[in-house]
């Protein structure tokens, strides 16, 4: 299995965000994911199909760090049963 430690740069200009990726800590939990407001609804989407869309409600905390404006990703192994396995 192979980990992936992401690091982001993050534009805090007051922008249009619809549409956009941003930087956003939904419960506590940080989230790259894209801003979809439709004028009644909020929804953070991941560009991955195989996650579902968040909807935030009036119970959630969320709080929008910026838009995305780079990430870097790094690939390293997992290792498992004391031998180092690549994926």
């Given at each position: 299995?192979i ?85």
């Amino acid at each position: 299995r192979i980990l992936i430690d992401r690091k982001a740069a993050f534009n805090k200009s007051d922008l249009e965000l619809n549409g956009k990726l941003v930087g956003v800590i939904i419960d506590g939990e940080s989230y790259v994911k894209r801003l979809k407001y439709d004028g009644k609804n909020l929804f953070f989407m991941s560009d991955n199909p195989f996650y579902k869309p968040i909807k935030i409600d009036e119970q959630q905390y969320y709080q929008i760090w910026g838009l995305v404006t780079f990430l870097l990703r790094e690939a390293r192994y997992l290792i498992q049963n004391k031998k180092e396995k690549k994926l």
